[in-house]
């Protein structure tokens, strides 16, 4: 076992050229002058300045951060809730119950999810665009908060919730001063997760967006069905770079909530 | 004071729960007893056994085996030589990184890639094979889906081999258990949750995939997810989909039954 120590620095190598390959293929053809991903014929800028002036995929983004935005910060107002009622059921059944229903959407493929929302929307006669996308995100970005936000409230201990009352807390002040400051870690971790769900999904949104709104993973589907066009490489480069800077904070904050007794945690 | 506060947490999520989750499933079960013209029919449950979509699910359910399948191959040697490394749990990021890529990006990518002029093909030349068609093949397609979903799949393995206690294996080696014996009997066994989790996270959505096979293999593959597609959004047979959408979840719950409990917190 121990003299051939090589293979495995040369296996794990070769599954990290792979996972990276496709990243930095798109991102190397993105400076290329040349039209096309497969002849390099010199360096350009040109389809990054194209993209900065295609005004309409521009909106496209800022729709796509927009509904990221929102839904992330809405599905966490109601997963947060979400946990803790899960938490606080006494009885068993109802929190088992509650759980399984809360991972239904998670299991679920996208395509079932999206074809269901597609029907519900449809039947209580929602138009389809910004507002039907927006509550599909938000649908299928809650149980993740949960699943992010329990664990926070599950240990945290409820001689702090009572001593607080003792103290004379309401039951606002126990919310805001003693509860929501223990779990923020699982709140933000679940943000962060509901975000990147949300800029993510294309099956979902490719159901329940309807003519005049699309979304960035939508749209980027419709481009490359047509054929290879240099300018989503450009895209695609910048969107790998805000992914390290997303991927890089929400590293920190599960770093920090790992250890929420380290230096310069507000408390 | 206690009820009274948990009943207030249970009104948006319960809410949640019903619009979203509950209703939806149930409407796609009411929309699969209508025929394209409305009538309530049990029609498309006979059209569902015929042999045209009984072959469709047979190979949907054949090419989501072949793609965990070797998803596990690759990925169960992966996740053990990442336990090894010293920087665990930084490398496992790097390795989560790429599934943080919208996903259309890295099906673009492999356009290119996989294209006639591609990379692949110029390698392919370079080594004396010569080139040939790539894209739009099983091969392709199933490249791509196990690029896919390759850390989905680590990912668990990599937490049950982590949580695993090493004196078992010095316990083994001690017995005189060989290497290779100590992996069949002990590593393996005790990883079984993770493995199990990782086929669930990947076959499931496998089962699904309907985006990859349209640019990818070319229309080639029909899994389950493209049928479903087709009906909702282009022939707008939203019962036949339904239907299959029926199909696809009982198929669901029979896997998750099938490969036990997925625990909390893998995802």
Known sequence: MKNNRKWPAVYLALIFIILYAPIFYLIFYSFNSGGTMYQFEGFTLDWYRELFADTRLLIIVLNTVIIALLSAAISTIIGVAGALAIAYARKRRVKNTLLSLNNVLIVSPDVIIGASFLILFTMIGLKLGFVSVLLAHIAFSVPIVVLMVLPKIEEMSTSMIYAAMDLGASRLDVLTKVILPYITPGVFAGFFMALTYSLDDFAVTFFVTGNGFTTLSVEIYSLARRGVSLNINALSALLFLFTIILVTGYYFITKRNEKPNGMGVRQ | ?267
């Open chain 2, 1 to 267: 004071m206690r009820t009274n506060s948990r009943n207030f947490y249970l009104i948006p999520y319960v809410l949640w729960i019903a619009l979203f989750v509950v209703t939806p499933l149930l409407l796609v079960l009411y929309y699969s007893f209508f025929d394209i013209e409305g009538h309530l029919t049990l029609e498309n449950y006979r059209k569902f056994f015929t042999p045209v979509y009984l072959k469709m699910t047979l190979s949907s359910f054949w090419y989501a085996f072949i793609i965990t399948l070797f998803s596990l191959l690759i990925a169960y040697p992966t996740a053990y030589l990442l336990t090894k490394t010293k920087h665990k749990q930084l490398w496992l990021l790097l390795i989560i990184l790429p599934s943080w890529i919208n996903l259309l990006l890295k099906a673009y990518a492999f356009l290119g890639i996989f294209g006639t002029y591609g990379a692949a093909n110029s390698f392919l030349e370079a080594v004396g094979i010569g080139g040939r068609q790539i894209l739009f093949t099983d091969f392709s397609f199933i490249f791509v889906s196990v690029y896919i979903f390759l850390p989905f799949m680590i990912l668990p393995i990599f937490n049950s081999l982590d949580e695993l206690n090493p004196t078992l294996l010095d316990a083994s080696n001690d017995l005189g258990g060989s290497s290779w014996v100590t992996f069949k009997r002990v590593i393996f066994p005790l990883t079984l949750d993770g493995v199990k989790a990782g086929c669930q996270i990947v076959f499931i959505p496998a089962l699904s995939l309907f985006m990859l096979t349209r640019l990818i293999a070319g229309n080639r593959v029909i899994t389950l997810g493209t049928a479903i597609e087709q009906h909702f959004l282009v022939t707008q047979d939203w019962g036949m989909g339904s239907t299959i959408a029926v199909f696809l979840i009982i198929a669901m719950v029979l896997i998750m039954v099938l490969t036990g409990r997925r625990k909390r917190g893998i995802l």
